[in-house]
């Protein structure tokens, strides 16, 4: 490395094992250990991409997840967009690219919108681009939008997963606290686990030089680690970003992959007690300039010398408003940077200066130079006098942020402590708590002895004993800031950025409160700060200070903005783990899809996700040749059908009858034994919830069927009505769908063919009526014959347990070998119950209909005083507002078929509505289309001329009754 | 995602369970001799407050139980269930 910044010594880093990865296609060398963003460091790649909206030079500006300045995405393959490369573990053949530049983060055209910075304020679109219309400017302002690009293809290897995991305590981070907290607990036996989303356990300790009891900080980290890995009742998840805190201690956590060929997995974590360790961020500090390429976090300055033995400048200027920043001084010093002075805003000295250093109290950088890497600082001493600073690297130390995004999402309360200038949660749940930085403890001794006391309160809690003994390590002064939000930037204040990623400015919250917007929620929306892929982490608190500046507000009052998952981005994938596609929703099938695949059957899916063959094509036919064969030999000789899916319960008890009353808008107490009845179910606001036949079986016992799609839908329906109005009656539902199966023969050849297959049921016209159930055996199989018909044919449904259907159908196909008996589909099924007039949920029982809308009022019955819907369509009906009753179309065009869903106008024209057309087939037996429609108070318009609207054109049709079939009902009775 | 504790399975992931709205006032008796407001304010106005709230859950993937239950709908805290016939 020629023109290296990597130090001689030092580092978390392994020197003996080179990775070589590509930055913008040019080749570059790191070493195992580092970071995408400490490798490009070491390459002196300051300038990482271009900025969101005015494509400024950017570069690393931080060590952790907080950053604000450097994205990169990721090219080929493993293609993933908007990655922060200090998160990114470097990888050999890593192919890295620069965002939102082109051709290149040096050279970039989109640069030109500096210039026009002044004309894309906050807000710009709502104002700008307004005439003549919005739409006009959409794309290209889309287009402009966002960073990375979205990649084109799912990622090449591996697959997302998910895992659920429960434990007595979770702790999130394994800094100073967290390690601390979990060690107490790991002693305690209750089952722990720690989760960590850096690479090694250790947070700020991997970044600074320190000592607890007596070792290194980074050897008592890897001590305490080994420790905690070799108990049995800790789990430790590291690469483990817990990004959400969901009610009842939920918490989501995207685990990156260790090895290749793995990606990520999700963990749902149940805990019953949480501590929240996850450190706190340093904060920006607010001046012109104060995202040139160059200017770093003091930490992060602190974390690339210490952790990867990396020196981001020659000659750093330090800038501060609190203690932290002096700590920093001996490491950078001895890693040969350059201190040109530490500029504090304070007036005072607070702590002993470092001897050789040149301190500036009560100063300020007013202003940095330099195009694409930071040359120098303008100070403005205390005195008002001006002063250039050269520097190639302005280390900034703005006081430190708790990270409380968990804490906040769980609802808990934030204060505002004005000695340290943060805001600090507010201890009140008993089942979550803070430890660390993260509580406002900030410096390692507090740390230790808040993670200390966090762990032995949570085993407490869990109802176990702990002694709280707390690590020790040199001893700290008690932490202290001055707030100091931003500089006072005359006139320039749109180069001073409280939100870098985002690219907002001073001069944008100003023109925000100047143009009314006060509540934080509010200047957030508008001018979108905190709102980037780092959630303004680094920048939130001086927004809210330039605020309560502006507005002579206490920070209190203003708050912070609630935070919400995820902490940070999180893939889809991820969270959506394996479920996917058919394994999220399995397909239901009866025991003949076998059967129905191996005869050419076209399957799909039919209601409540039951796969039912629509049509049996032979060779070179059309859907439509099928459905007309299939329904020909239904209505001229014989077909079956396989209705296994319907809904089918037993309701058995002394209240069964009562309860059947109650359900359904006609009697079913009155019905004798082993007949049937044809009911309709209501809600009790008046509407069509479901439709079918029940037979009587015995005194207290009836089977009832339901239509397949609204199976669950009903019993669901019932089961809440007992349980909750009738918990008294004494009548149990107990689910029979599947439990028997049915192969239903109809057409006029269906009572020989039952006859072929052998029987001991009388099967004589007078003996086994329309509407009646006979038990008995059939092809040698217990069965039950039920003569219902959704087809308006004679049919017989035998129905026998589900391991005999497949035997049945074989045996019923082979009886019927002499009459073409033909199996037909969901398509010809739907055809000849619209020929009847039948009809279908979701089509003329669409949650607007009532039984008398569908000519059906003989169905309500008047005898009963009460069921369930009565009351609400007596309301309604009352009223005397015209309905939609249904009628059939018979169209002037007879081979012309409507689109179901047609709206039906006066007279064609374009006008509201007055109809719907429900369904419409071709009927091969009628020999012409046939349709049914809801029509304003249709059945009073029998034979009127009426039109139908399609975007094509207008259709004529005639008002007919709605069955168009046999409108007696002989053949089905025969 | 609660956590909701089954008077007869113990504590269980709220995705056995269905959730069947507030638990409103019982239904009239005989509908027919209610008022017209009665019958519509029955219909209509389901409790939703801003707090605690009693709801209906059903352990559907379960046991099959029908529960009653008191949850804050700001907190998502949930006091002790009940099976809705005690």
Redesign the interface.
């Known amino acids: 490395m020629k023109r290296g910044n990597r130090l001689p010594d030092g580092g978390l880093i392994d020197r003996e094992r080179q990775i070589n990865f590509t930055f913008n296609g040019r080749s570059f060398t790191g070493l195992a250990g580092d970071s995408v963003a400490s490798a490009l460091l070491a390459n002196d790649r300051m300038l990482i991409g271009r900025s969101f909206k005015y494509h400024r030079p950017r570069g690393i500006m931080s060590a952790g997840y907080e950053e604000p300045g450097a994205l990169v995405e990721f090219e080929a393959g493993s293609a993933s967009g908007n990655e922060i490369p200090a998160l990114l573990p470097l990888r050999e053949g890593m192919r890295v690219k620069s965002v939102n530049c082109w051709p290149s983060p040096e050279f970039d055209l989109g640069g030109v919108n500096q210039l026009l910075a002044p004309l894309l304020p906050a807000g710009f679109y709502y104002k700008t681009f307004m005439r003549p219309d919005w739409a006009l400017f959409e794309p290209w302002v889309r287009r402009a939008a966002g960073l990375a690009a979205v990649p084109r293809a799912a990622p090449e290897e591996g697959a997302y997963e998910t895992r659920n995991l429960n434990c007595d305590i979770l702790v999130v981070g394994a800094g100073a606290a967290g390690l601390t907290a979990a060690s107490i607990g790991a002693a305690s036996g209750l089952r722990i686990v720690i989760a960590d989303m850096d690479r090694q356990p250790g947070g700020a300790l991997l970044g600074c030089e320190a000592w607890i009891e007596e070792l290194p900080g980074t050897d008592w980290v890897r001590k305490t680690a080994a420790e905690l890995k070799a108990a049995d009742n800790v789990r430790l998840l590291r690469n483990t970003l817990v990004w959400a805190c969901?009610?009842?201690n939920?918490l989501m956590a995207r685990q990156n992959p260790e090895r290749s060929g793995e990606r990520e997995r999700n963990w749902?974590l149940?805990a019953r007690q949480l501590i929240i360790a996850t450190g706190a961020v340093e904060r920006m500090m607010v001046f012109p300039g104060n995202d040139r390429p160059g200017v770093m976090l003091a930490s992060s300055v602190r974390n690339y010398v210490h952790r990867y033995a990396v020196r981001p400048g020659r000659r750093a200027l330090i800038f501060t408003c609190n203690d932290t920043a002096n700590e920093a001084v001996p490491a950078l010093t001895n890693a040969g940077i350059e201190i040109a002075a530490i500029v504090d805003t304070r007036p005072e000295p607070q702590s002993v200066p470092t001897s050789g250093i040149r301190h500036i109290h009560g100063a300020a950088i007013t202003r940095t130079s330099g195009r694409k890497r930071v040359r120098g600082a303008l100070i403005r001493h205390a005195n008002g006098r001006m002063e250039q600073i050269e520097c190639d690297l302005v280390a900034l130390s703005g006081g430190w942020n708790p990270s409380l995004q968990l804490w906040s999402q769980a609802?808990q309360p934030i204060t505002y402590n004005h000695r340290t200038s943060m805001f600090v949660p507010v201890a009140k749940a008993a089942a979550i708590r803070c430890a660390g930085a993260a509580d406002g403890c900030i410096g390692l001794a507090a740390a230790l002895r808040s993670g200390a006391m966090a762990g032995a309160a949570a085993i407490k809690a869990c109802g176990c004993r702990a002694s709280a003994a707390i690590p020790e390590c040199s001893p700290q002064t008690r932490y202290n800031a001055g707030p100091w939000w931003h500089d006072e930037a005359p006139g320039r204040a749109q180069n001073a950025f409280v939100d870098v990623m985002n690219d907002v400015t001073l001069a944008d919250i100003h023109l925000a409160l100047r143009e009314g917007y006060r509540s934080i929620e509010h200047v957030k929306r508008y001018t979108t700060a905190g709102m980037g892929l780092d959630q303004g982490r680094t920048g939130n608190v001086n927004i809210v200070g330039a605020i309560a500046e502006a507005t002579a507000a206490d920070m209190e009052t203003i708050g912070v903005t609630t935070f919400r998952s995820p902490v940070a981005p999180v893939s889809f994938g991820s969270i959506q783990g394996t479920r996917e596609g058919s394994v999220l929703l399995p397909y239901r099938h009866t025991p003949l899809t076998e059967w129905n695949v191996s005869r050419g059957a076209v399957m799909y899916e039919a209601g409540a996700r039951w796969r039912r063959p629509g049509y049996f094509p032979q060779s070179g036919e059309s859907m439509h040749q099928a459905v007309n064969r299939e329904a020909g030999a239904v209505r001229n000789s014989v077909g079956v059908y396989d209705g296994s899916p319907l809904g089918t319960f037993a309701v058995k008890g002394r209240d069964a009858a009562r309860l059947l009353d109650m359900l359904y808008t006609n009697r079913f107490s009155d019905l004798p034994l082993h007949q049937g009845r044809y009911g309709i179910m209501l809600t009790?606001?008046g509407l069509i919830l479901d439709d079918g036949v029940s037979f009587r079986l015995g005194e207290c016992e009836f089977l009832m069927s339901t239509s397949t799609a609204n199976a669950a839908r009903v019993y669901?329906h019932v089961?809440?009505f007992l349980?909750?109005?009738r918990?008294d009656w004494q009548v149990w539902m107990t689910d029979l769908t599947c439990q028997w199966m049915n192969a239903t023969i109809c057409g006029p050849a269906a009572r020989e063919i039952v006859a072929a297959l052998g029987t001991d049921i009388d099967l004589g016209r007078g003996k086994f009526p329309f509407m009646t159930i006979r038990e008995g055996m059939v092809a040698g199989l217990p069965a039950r014959i039920s003569r219902v018909s959704f087809t308006g044919e004679l049919s017989f449904e035998i129905n026998v347990r589900a391991r005999d259907l497949c035997q049945l159908w074989e045996r019923v196909i082979d009886a019927g070998k002499a009459y073409g008996i033909t199996p037909i589909g969901s398509e010809t099924n739907h055809v000849l119950r619209v020929e009847k007039g039948f009809l279908s949920l979701g089509h003329e029982v669409d949650g607007t209909t009532d039984p008398y809308d569908l000519g059906m009022g003989w169905i309500m019955s008047k005898k009963k005083?009460?069921f369930l819907g009565?009351?609400?369509v007596s309301?309604r009906r009352r009223r005397g507002v015209p309905r939609r009753e249904l009628v059939g179309l018979a169209t002037a065009d007879p081979a012309q078929v409507i689109p179901e869903g047609a709206p039906l106008t006066p007279g064609g024209r374009r006008e509201k509505s007055e109809g719907v057309v429900t369904a419409s087939v071709w009927s091969e037996c009628c020999g012409r289309s046939v349709s049914l429609a809801l029509l304003q108070d249709g059945r009073a318009r029998h034979g009127e001329t009426v039109h139908i609207r399609t975007p094509e054109e207008v259709m004529e049709a005639r008002v007919t009754g709605s069955c168009a079939w046999d409108p007696q009902g002989t053949r089905m009775r025969s | 995602m609660l956590v909701i504790t089954c008077p007869f399975c113990g504590p269980r992931d709220e995705r056995e369970f269905e959730y069947c709205g507030p638990a409103a006032p019982p239904r009239p008796e005989d509908a027919s001799v209610v008022s017209d407001r009665g019958w519509v304010e029955y219909l209509t106005s389901p409790p939703n407050p801003v707090g605690p709230v009693e709801e209906i859950w059903w352990h559907k993937r379960g046991c099959e139980a029908w529960i009653r239950l008191c949850r804050d709908t700001v907190t998502h805290e949930i006091l002790p269930t009940r099976e809705v016939r005690k």
């Open positions: 969901r009610e009842q939920l749902r149940r609802r009790d606001d669901r089961q809440k349980h909750l109005e918990p005083s009460d009565k009351r609400s309301l």
